[in-house]
C-alpha cells in the first residue's frame, strides 16, 4: 500500500509511438487524462510538469500477456520504470495491471457519444487507458 503524501499521483500508459498520461487532483481523489505525448518526448514532459506540479508517484501500466506473465513490452515498460527511478528518485513508483485498458478505453468513449473519428483517434485512446491504469491503481489503494 502507498503510503498517502500530498501531491499528485502520475499515470503513464508507455507505448513506443505514443504515451498516454493522466494525473489524479492533489487530494488524489479524481484521476483524469492529462495528454497524450510523442515517446521520444516522455522525459522532456517529466521534467516540465514536475517543475511546475507536485507528483509524488508514478504508477506505469505494465502489459502482460493474458496468463499473467510479462510481455516484450513489460520488459521495455520495466526499463522505463528504472528509468523513472534513476531520473525523478523522490516518487514513488507502481506498476499497474494494464491488460484490456485500450478495449475498455475505446467502449468508454464510444459510451460517453464520442464521434467515430474521435474514438478512432489513438491518442485519445492512449490518455483515456492511462486514467483508466490510474483509477484501478488509486481503487487498489482504497481496498488494502
Given at each position: 500500500?502507498?503510503?498517502?503524501?500530498?501531491?499528485?499521483?502520475?499515470?503513464?500508459?508507455?507505448?513506443?509511438?505514443?504515451?498516454?498520461?493522466?494525473?489524479?487532483?492533489?487530494?488524489?481523489?479524481?484521476?483524469?487524462?492529462?495528454?497524450?505525448?510523442?515517446?521520444?518526448?516522455?522525459?522532456?514532459?517529466?521534467?516540465?510538469?514536475?517543475?511546475?506540479?507536485?507528483?509524488?508517484?508514478?504508477?506505469?501500466?505494465?502489459?502482460?500477456?493474458?496468463?499473467?506473465?510479462?510481455?516484450?513490452?513489460?520488459?521495455?515498460?520495466?526499463?522505463?520504470?528504472?528509468q523513472?527511478?534513476?531520473?525523478?528518485?523522490?516518487?514513488?513508483?507502481?506498476?499497474?495491471?494494464?491488460?484490456?485498458?485500450?478495449?475498455?478505453?475505446?467502449?468508454?468513449?464510444?459510451?460517453?457519444?464520442?464521434?467515430?473519428?474521435?474514438r478512432?483517434?489513438?491518442?485519445?485512446?492512449?490518455?483515456?487507458?492511462?486514467t483508466?491504469?490510474?483509477?484501478?491503481?488509486?481503487?487498489?489503494?482504497?481496498?488494502v
Amino acid at each position: 500500500m502507498m503510503e498517502k503524501k500530498p501531491g499528485r499521483v502520475m499515470a503513464i500508459d508507455y507505448g513506443l509511438k505514443r504515451v498516454g498520461i493522466a494525473v489524479t487532483d492533489p487530494l488524489q481523489i479524481i484521476a483524469t487524462p492529462l495528454k497524450t505525448i510523442d515517446a521520444p518526448v516522455l522525459w522532456l514532459f517529466l521534467k516540465d510538469y514536475l517543475q511546475q506540479e507536485k507528483v509524488v508517484t508514478f504508477v506505469i501500466g505494465m502489459p502482460k500477456h493474458l496468463n499473467g506473465k510479462p510481455s516484450k513490452m513489460g520488459r521495455i515498460v520495466a526499463h522505463i520504470g528504472t528509468q523513472l527511478k534513476k531520473n525523478f528518485p523522490g516518487q514513488g513508483l507502481y506498476y499497474q495491471d494494464e491488460r484490456f485498458t485500450s478495449k475498455l478505453a475505446a467502449e468508454g468513449l464510444y459510451q460517453a457519444g464520442y464521434a467515430k473519428k474521435d474514438r478512432a483517434d489513438k491518442s485519445n485512446i492512449d490518455k483515456v487507458s492511462a486514467t483508466l491504469i490510474l483509477q484501478s491503481f488509486l481503487n487498489r489503494q482504497a481496498v488494502v
